[in-house]
């Protein structure tokens, strides 16, 4: 049981490249989250998905874009990245929106 | 807009006394709230919860105080350990069902041997 699973967990990108980050989980959760954390930030949420097949904007969701095809699977994508999006991200499930939420281990994103 | 904030970045204790951390919100509608604790290199882990609906909740060394009127939120730890030293974040639900889990921004809690 893996619980939240986050591919890959380092990456550095030039400027103007795009990736896709992968969240998998094993829950059978409803609820998923992308957030972004900067140094000496708190987590700010840049998108979120209630079920398969939708998504949500969150707080920063400038840059990003997300899908949700499958129950298990939140992708992330960054289509053309920037400095400005190096950070570390975490992904996140919850079985509703008023219960807990579980965090994978995070992916640390650098853009040179 | 209205957000979740913290009143103090940085907090440094004994090991044994006790520790507690504040967080502020201003959504009137959140309904939800959640302590997590993250430790450098890691991802947060859940702490405790407390529904809108309680004033207070314990857990294992630890205890939630809700105030509503003040909308303030507080995060006891009892017999601080040095195990507990990292950063905690509070967090709200203010979207109900729709999922909008909001951070602050966190405060480091330091723990002196």
């Known amino acids: 049981n893996a619980g939240v699973t986050q591919t890959p967990k380092f990456r550095v990108l030039k400027t103007g490249q795009s990736m896709t980050l992968l969240c998998a989980q094993d829950?059978?959760?409803?609820?998923m989250y992308w957030y972004r954390q900067d140094p000496g930030m708190g987590l700010r949420l840049i998108h979120y998905?209630?079920?398969?097949?939708?998504?949500a904007k969150g707080e920063v969701p400038d840059g990003y874009n997300v899908s949700r095809l499958k129950k298990q699977n939140f992708l992330l994508g960054l289509e053309s990245a920037a400095p400005s999006q190096t950070s570390v991200y975490f992904c996140?499930?919850?079985?509703?929106?008023?219960?807990?939420?579980?965090f994978g281990q995070g992916t640390r994103l650098t853009v040179v | 807009g209205e957000s979740v904030g913290l009143h103090l970045p940085t907090l440094s204790v004994q090991e044994g006394d006790n520790s507690i951390i504040n967080c502020a919100y201003s959504?009137?509608?959140?309904?939800?709230f959640i302590w997590y604790k993250q430790e450098s290199g890691k991802g947060p882990q859940f702490i405790i919860d407390i529904r809108s609906n309680m004033d207070k909740r314990q857990g294992q060394r630890v205890t939630v105080l809700l105030n509503k009127t003040v909308k303030h939120l507080s995060l006891q730890i009892a017999a601080t350990q040095p195990g507990d030293s990292a950063v905690y974040f509070c967090?709200?639900?203010?979207?109900?069902?729709?999922?909008?889990?909001?951070f602050g921004k966190g405060t480091k809690l330091s723990v002196k041997p």
């Open positions: 829950m059978n959760h409803e609820y």
């Open positions: 998905s209630v079920g398969e097949g939708t998504t």
């Open positions: 996140a499930t919850s079985l509703t929106g008023n219960t807990e939420a579980f």
């Open positions: 959504n009137s509608a959140s309904d939800y």
């Open positions: 967090a709200e639900n203010y979207g109900g069902s729709q999922g909008n889990l909001i």
